[in-house]
């Protein structure tokens, strides 16, 4: 049974900086897929960072730079560094995983496997 479990998001001024973590359990932090993505009411949801068997492939344009994804294996934890902090980065932001079945890419449709997500608010 994989199980993920966001934590570290919360109220933050711009120019500020937070990590999120994701405590994975069922799924191996260096599998096949495993990627941040975050949603606003309203708007399509974005992936923000994705890893590839624990290599980071993918950036979303507007974070590239700012954020960083990584991963603890011994924690079998994956993290988001996010610094640089703009107001639009306000999101909820989700730790997901893809089964094998699936494609390892950003997409309107959900990873098989999804936390119950973390808010981020960056105010002025």
């Known amino acids: 049974q994989v199980q993920l479990v966001e934590s570290g998001g919360g109220s933050v001024q711009a120019g500020g900086s937070l990590r999120l973590s994701c405590a994975a359990s069922?799924?191996?932090?260096?599998?096949?897929?495993m990627g941040w993505f975050r949603q606003t009411p309203g708007k399509e949801r974005e992936g923000v960072a994705i890893?590839?068997?624990?290599?980071?492939?993918i950036y979303l344009d507007s974070v590239e730079g700012r954020f960083t994804i990584s991963k603890d294996n011994a924690k079998n934890t994956l993290y988001l560094q996010m610094n640089s902090l703009k107001v639009e980065d306000t999101a909820m932001y989700y730790c997901?995983?893809?089964?094998?079945?699936?494609?390892?890419?950003?997409?309107?449709?959900?990873?098989?496997?999804r936390g119950q997500g973390t808010q981020v608010t960056v105010t002025e």
């Open positions: 890893m590839f068997y624990g290599e980071p492939i």
């Open positions: 997901e995983a893809e089964g094998p079945e699936g494609r390892c890419q950003s997409s309107r449709t959900a990873f098989r496997y």
């Open positions: 069922g799924y191996s932090v260096s599998g096949y897929c």
